[in-house]
């Protein structure tokens, strides 16, 4: 991390971890910095306002095999640091001679005050889907809103820009207890394709957008010619 403390005329480095890492985000809440990195693990250090040293990193994938896939999303919020994320943990790994590898992966939340010893819990929020792809969120005190598109029923094959619907959950406690998921669309049994939604929070009321249109039909891979 490259620092300043004097509005940008000088900078020092301050090393948080030494293997490589991609996608690293930070954010603030009102007393600490938060950092995140995704490498071969998805991980999140901390430092107060003011202070020197950065905490060790924190991994906050549960399981050896799981790791942040797509783009995570985290934002702070008064003193609490909220994250998300498509997580492989359960991802059933298959690949095809004839189509593109399924990948059906979580949507997972985690927060931490910054009071807090450590991380919370982390909460599987789409519990009930087949297919999940990344999600979006918005803060709002302690509100909550994750957003994301996906599918409940599809076949063997399915990705991202085929036929999807958007899916939410909202938490009313800043993260602690999240309702079910909500579909907000449903057209994907009639061949659309709802896709890439964004969200945002706004005195109380959730505004969303999405793009929707006829996805395009792959041809198999055994079509494909050099």
């Known amino acids: 991390v ?3 403390s004097d509005s940008g005329r000088t900078w020092k480095m301050e090393r ?3 293997s490589d890492t991609w996608d690293n ?3 603030k ?3 600490c910095y938060y950092y995140f ?3 071969y693990n998805f991980w999140s250090s901390r430092k107060p306002v003011g ?3 950065w905490e060790s990193p924190f991994r906050l994938t549960k399981t050896l095999g799981a790791n942040c896939r797509g ?3 985290m934002l702070a919020d008064g003193d609490t640091a909220h994250v998300c994320w498509a997580d492989s943990r359960h991802n059933m790994w298959r690949f095809y001679v004839d189509t593109v590898p399924s990948e059906n992966d979580d949507i997972v939340y985690r927060h931490r005050k910054d009071s807090d010893s450590s991380w919370g819990k982390d909460k599987i929020l789409s519990k009930g889907l087949v297919y999940c792809f990344p999600p979006a969120m918005s803060v709002e005190g302690n509100k909550v809103v994750v957003v994301w598109a996906g599918s409940t029923t599809s076949d063997r094959n399915h990705s991202q820009g085929e036929e999807n619907d958007i899916f939410y959950v909202v938490s009313k406690d800043g993260g602690d207890t999240w309702t079910k998921p909500v579909r907000v669309t449903d057209k994907a049994k009639d061949g659309l394709d709802s ?3 964004q969200v945002m929070l706004l005195n109380g009321v959730i505004h969303l957008f999405f793009i929707q249109g006829k996805p395009e039909k792959r041809e198999p891979l055994s079509n494909w010619t050099p």
Do not use: E, M, Q, V
Request: proline share 4%; net charge positive.
């Open 29 to 31: 809440t009102k007393n």
């Open 37 to 39: 990195g995704r490498g």
């Open 51 to 53: 202070g020197s040293n």
């Open 25 to 27: 985000r930070i954010c």
């Open 195 to 197: 896709a890439t939604p």
């Open 2 to 4: 490259f620092h300043s």
């Open 16 to 18: 948080i971890l030494s």
């Open 71 to 73: 783009s995570c999303r």
